[in-house]
């Protein structure tokens, strides 16, 4: 494999591999600060003792490996790249160089992100969210001088990056369809990407403004973002009348949408898998499609939500929470329309079918505590306390993730000609499954009682907070435990890419193209999903078989 | 029985040569040729002489879709800011926006890169001239470049231009004092939005000047076209969005 490829198929597992490198940083990260949330004096290998500005900068590092590097590159431009070229029938990318200086891009910015643990003073402390004043004032705290330029930097090239990459999956659905693969024969995948690339396109370009402007009032004087009077270290540092609302605003225009590209994705991939692995059509296909389309649409009018208690106006909070509670209609759409596939399927519980089952589990799960969020009066109480940590886990990074291992278990024959070992898989499935409720779920607890996020350790009256103590613990050893997990899953591919049984064509039985045999290039006449159950047993017409001649 | 492995009859493909089989003119065949003559439903990469054309005007279409969204940002930062204040000791709420005099120039400029949209239709048109393109496709010289050449060059002057003026109207703003660093927030905002302009126009003229030098390079009539028509749409959005940033300074300050 040439280095500097241009080959789709060769970038998705390159872009997997980034993920994989981003998420074992990321978790190593979590488990530190699990670890000094119960033991606050422990001294750790390579750590020693963990300072309260430690602290901050690992929840700040942990965020944005896993938001940026993990859960926006693996499931969307990842996943896209290893099949959606022949999912639509096409040969390649639309700019398959253009694809390749994305990918390259993305890993220049992961470099600069961890260069800035290697910088004089370390990480930044000001969170993935980065807010002003902290991140504006090089003096505001350690890490807040060069390692928050080096976040800035990554995370402008990410953007640029994104950019490229959106770019590239839009013309390429658009323009590269096979004869006869009409909109309403896509798989749901691709209805997901589309939607994600045009929500890419549209908020990473907006990002990249609001962190010039970020850098620009860090580095040249100006005032977007600082306001007047501000007081850092005893120095007067605010010069002008700027506004850190403006930065909420303008990041959380982002990050909202962000969430729906990370998980949007596993949204398309869970309604394939369950068609698949339950034998059934995917009843309402035009429904379920629209409502991705909506999910997105309706993602980027709800940002205010992030921003219930900065001091906006009370008003906006209200419209923000009506158009937030809106977006429980088309998720719950689509729920149903899974749990329709699923009631009465024939269910075949490999392990990406058990994975997109835990991606249900945990989108359900999470997406319950949305709509109590999403009201300023209960959000009031329970902005930042671990309640927030503990429902963005469960729906985003979680959902995220079974989604990302579902596709990665699914597709791990089109990346080497092998099988992943099954009961490894179920193994690494159960126990992941558990720990993860064991690890996230508690905190809705912790949260209740509540227990701030981004604190090093909760000091002073320490009696309030003995009684969450058992309940903090638990945490700890359940996240230990679900990151321990995750060896089965590395051993899992590793030793299946080299020794693993080797794999028959078509081996899941699906319908989809990236399935077809190499000389299949038959123009597509049939739907995504026809898989019917007969008497006694099941049948299937891929899309690359032709309609039979009805006439 | 699963039908994955049965094989299938697959469908005849027409066998033209795809894209080089016939000339680049925007003509679809009509009638008489029955279902092959749909390109749509061709195979891609031949579907029809104009198809990579197609793919790079929607790579562009796209790519500054993403582009607007910048714009729209700062723009709307621009008017957050300026709704900003504090309330003074006397409970007095006040703002430190002072809204900045246009340099004149400004206006010379806009002129100016109206104009070079036009040089620049008139050089994107030269290529899509059908008789020329029809020559040039059959190997009878280059009329279509020969014609394009002088819109494209007069287009690369006008933009340098435009530039330049855009710097004279930066200097005299700082010889009046204002300079990007200066307390008011109204100059971030002019030095910001004319800069990240500037930026996206320099860039157009070098894609300009790389266009030239393609005109050139490029063998294929349809890859000439390509890169004009991308430079050109390129272009014209840049110039559409100076207006709207230009109305935005002058009359929202």
């Keep these: 494999m040439r280095v500097f490829t241009t080959n789709h198929r060769a970038l998705g597992i390159l872009y997997l591999l980034l993920a994989l490198a981003a998420v074992i940083a990321g978790t190593l990260l979590s488990l530190v600060m699990r670890v000094h949330r119960v033991w606050p004096d422990l001294a750790l290998p390579f750590f020693g003792t963990i300072k309260p500005e430690d602290y901050l900068a690992l929840v700040t590092m942990h965020g944005t490996l896993m938001i940026f590097f993990v859960l926006t590159t693996a499931p969307q431009i990842g996943f896209a790249n290893l099949v959606l070229p022949e999912q639509i029938g096409a040969r390649s990318m639309a700019f398959p160089r253009l694809n390749a200086a994305a990918f390259w891009l993305t890993a220049l910015a992961l470099l600069v992100l961890l260069a800035a643990f290697f910088v004089p003073q370390g990480a930044p402390i000001s969170g993935w969210t980065s807010y002003p004043p902290l991140s504006a004032v090089a003096a505001a705290g350690p890490g807040e001088g ?239 306390t671990f309640f927030v940590v503990a429902h963005f886990h469960l729906v985003m990074a979680m959902a995220g993730v079974f989604s990302v291992f579902a596709g990665v278990y699914y597709w791990f024959p089109l990346m080497t000609r092998r099988m992943m070992n099954e009961t490894l898989g179920k193994l690494h499935f159960w126990i992941t499954l558990i720990a993860a409720y064991g690890t996230f779920f508690p905190m809705h607890f912790s949260g209740l009682a509540g227990e701030p996020r981004h604190y090093e350790r909760l000091a002073g009256p320490i009696t309030s907070f003995s009684a969450i103590a058992a309940n903090e613990r638990g945490i700890t050893f359940s996240a230990l435990l679900l990151a321990s997990a995750q060896l089965i899953f590395l051993w899992n591919v590793f030793a299946s890419a080299r020794r693993g049984r080797v794999a028959e064509a078509n081996p899941w039985e699906a319908t989809t193209l990236e399935w077809a045999p190499e000389m299949a290039r038959a123009r597509v006449e049939r739907g995504p999903y026809e898989y019917e159950i007969l008497a006694n047993e099941t049948n299937f017409h891929p899309q690359w078989e032709l309609a039979s001649k009805q006439e | 029985m699963p039908a994955t492995f049965t094989r299938h009859p697959v469908e005849i493909e027409r066998k033209d040569t795809g894209i080089g089989g016939k000339p680049p003119l925007d003509r679809r065949p009509t009638g008489g040729g029955g279902d092959g003559d749909n390109w749509e439903n061709r195979p891609s990469g031949r579907r029809g002489p104009r198809e990579l054309l197609t793919r790079y005007r929607l790579g562009v279409l796209f790519a500054l879709a993403g582009d607007l969204m910048f714009f729209v940002a700062l723009v709307s930062a621009f008017f957050v800011r300026q709704s900003a204040g504090h309330f003074d000791a006397r409970e007095n709420y006040v703002s430190d926006w002072h809204p900045l005099a246009m340099p004149p120039i400004l206006w010379i400029n806009t002129a100016i890169l109206i104009l070079s949209s036009l040089t620049m239709e008139m050089a994107r048109r030269q290529l899509f001239h059908e008789i020329d393109v029809m020559d040039e496709w059959l190997g009878l010289g280059r009329p279509a470049v020969k014609r ?63 266009a030239f030098g393609a005109l050139f390079v490029l063998r294929r009539i349809e890859l000439r076209q390509i890169v004009v028509d991308c430079t050109a749409w390129y272009w014209h959005t840049m110039g559409l969005f100076w207006i709207f940033l230009f109305a935005l300074l002058v009359c929202f300050q």
């Design chain 1, 146 to 384: 060069a390692g928050m330029d080096l976040w800035l930097m990554s995370i402008g090239i990410f953007c640029l990056a994104s950019w490229l990459g959106a770019v590239n999956m839009l013309v390429t659905i658009l323009s590269e369809r096979r004869a006869g693969m009409t909109w309403s024969r896509l798989p749901m995948t691709v209805w997901a990407w589309l939607v994600t690339s045009i929500l890419t396109l549209l908020v990473f370009s907006e990002l990249l403004a609001a962190i010039i402007l970020l850098f620009s009032d860090r580095h040249f004087g100006s005032s977007f973002f600082v306001p007047q009077g501000d007081l850092v270290n005893g120095h007067i540092v605010g010069h002008g009348d700027g506004s850190p609302l403006l930065w909420l605003h303008l990041f959380w225009f982002f990050g909202h949408p962000e969430v729906y590209i990370a998980v949007l994705p596993g949204m398309g991939l869970a309604t394939s898998l369950f068609a698949n692995f339950a034998r059934r059509r995917v009843p309402g296909y035009r429904l379920m499609a629209a409502m991705l389309l909506v999910i997105g649409l309706l993602g980027l009018v709800v940002w205010g939500h992030h921003m219930f208690v900065s001091g906006m106006n009370p008003y906006a909070g209200t419209a923000f929470a009506l158009t937030t509670m809106a977006i429980a209609i088309p998720s719950t759409v689509e729920v149903l329309g899974w749990l329709t596939i699923l009631w009465g399927g024939r269910l075949r519980l490999t392990t990406p079918m058990l994975f997109a089952l835990g991606f249900l589990s945990f989108f359900i799960a999470g997406g319950l505590t949305g709509p109590i969020l999403a009201q300023p009066v209960l959000d009031a109480y329970l902005h930042n």
């Design chain 2, 148 to 210: 394009a050449t002088p819109w494209l060059v007069a287009t690369f002057v006008l933009g340098s231009v435009f530039l330049a003026g855009q710097w004279i109207a930066w200097e005299q703003l700082v010889q009046q004092g204002f300079r990007y660093n200066s307390p008011d927030p109204s100059s971030h905002f002019f030095y910001l939005i004319t800069g990240t302009h500037g930026i996206h126009l320099l860039l157009g003229v070098i894609a300009l000047a790389a």
